[in-house]
């Protein structure tokens, strides 16, 4: 494994693919193996412990949903949106250098936030229309 995907977005040997390699640096960082898992939404990642949202991977860069943790843990990140168009979410980026404090917002972000919605079954009608 080459260094430059540990660096994820701060490397200069990887401009091009940043995207693609920060959120498994983020994941890395973390150090809450399976427990913290990055799935593919919109062109970027979603960050999710133990299933429930937590977090975007955006453009180089780590936004945490906020909660109460952030008082404890970050309270002068700094805020911006993750897109376009979107609210500004705090930016736990210095953090990724700091891998305990981050692991205990991600830890405790999750914990105070509701509990994923569980998804309805579709039916069977539903899924004959979609094919």
Known sequence: MRDDRVLGHRSPRCPGGHRTRFHRHLLDAAGLAERLTARAMFGEYGVHFEGGFIALACRGSCFIKAAPALERHGPDLPMRP?????????????????????????????????????????????????R
């Open 82 to 130: 993750p897109y376009p168009g979107a609210k500004p979410y705090p930016v736990a980026d210095e953090l990724l250098d700091e891998t305990e404090t981050l692991r205990q917002l991600l830890i405790d972000t999750a914990a105070e936030l509701p509990p994923p919605k569980s998804k309805k079954p579709r039916s069977k009608a539903a899924m004959t229309r979609s």
